[in-house]
T-cell receptor, first 114, second 115 residues
Framework: EAGVAQSPRYKIIEKRQSVAFWCNPI?????LYWYQQILGQGPKLLIQ????????DSQLPKDRFSAERLKGVDSTLKIQPAKLEDSAVYLC????????????FGSGTRLTVV | QQQVKQSPQSLIVQKGGISIINCAYE??????FPWYQQFPGKGPALLIA?????SEKKEGRFTISFNKSAKQFSLHIMDSQPGDSATYFC??????????????FGQGTILTVHP
């Protein structure tokens, strides 16, 4: 089966600019996650979708980050305006209906804010 | 209480040796403990996982040891190979409730296996 697709792979922006990341999960996976992985740290959950509804966005900095999952398939994560500390790899993952152990991660988008 | 603490930060072993990575957790509500392997430029990939009702799980060269009373678990890689060189993350999650499926990761261990 095809994996989790993410684009772009790399993005360099200046602080205060906006940026968007795209994720296409594995077909049929109802649950979609966005994680932020700062260099040298483990991934941290930003937001969790179940179909097109938000299950958990408690760690999403809502003043600058937003995410949507239209039609319960693809998802976009947006940052506006970006700060230097947003430099990280943004990982998308999907699973069958929040199935334990069924996570598949994409390769991520590496964001550098200068 | 949500933290998962992982050690060491980095580990160097010789080919054929045993690599051991340790993790400790605080939240006793966690009931699923996976280990992920991450290569540069790739997302984490599930390596092996354990539930707290067993003390050990083995898959090939990889073994998880789990100590529920100490709230600790560890990954042992037997006969370590250069291809095992990667970053390893422990994680913890819940098998139920509203946080079902949400992973809390450790800080990661960079493993280097010398030929």
């Amino acid at each position: 089966e095809a994996g989790v697709a993410q684009s772009p792979r790399y993005k360099i922006i200046e602080k205060r600019q906006s940026v968007a990341f795209w994720c296409n999960p594995i077909s049929g996976h109802a649950t979609l996650y966005w994680y932020q992985q700062i260099l040298g740290q483990g991934p941290k959950l930003l937001i969790q979708f179940q179909n097109n509804g938000v299950v958990d966005d408690s760690q999403l900095p809502k003043d600058r980050f937003s995410a949507e999952r239209l039609k319960g398939v693809d998802s976009t994560l947006k940052i506006q305006p970006a700060k230097l500390e947003d430099s990280a790899v943004y990982l998308c993952a999907s699973s069958l209906d929040r199935q334990i152990g069924g996570y598949t991660f994409g390769s991520g988008t590496r964001l550098t804010v200068v | 209480q949500q933290q998962v603490k992982q050690s060491p930060q980095s580990l160097i072993v010789q080919k054929g040796g045993i690599s051991i990575i340790n993790c400790a957790y605080e939240n006793t509500a966690f009931d699923y403990f996976p280990w992920y392997q991450q290569f540069p430029g790739k997302g984490p990939a599930l390596l092996i996982a354990i539930r707290p009702d067993v003390s050990e799980k083995k898959e090939g060269r990889f073994t998880i040891s789990f100590n529920k009373s100490a709230k600790q678990f560890s990954l042992h890689i037997m006969d370590s190979q250069p291809g095992d060189s990667a970053t390893y993350f422990c994680a913890a999650s819940y098998a139920g409730g509203t946080s079902y499926g949400k992973l809390t990761f450790g800080q990661g261990t960079i493993l280097t296996v010398h030929p």
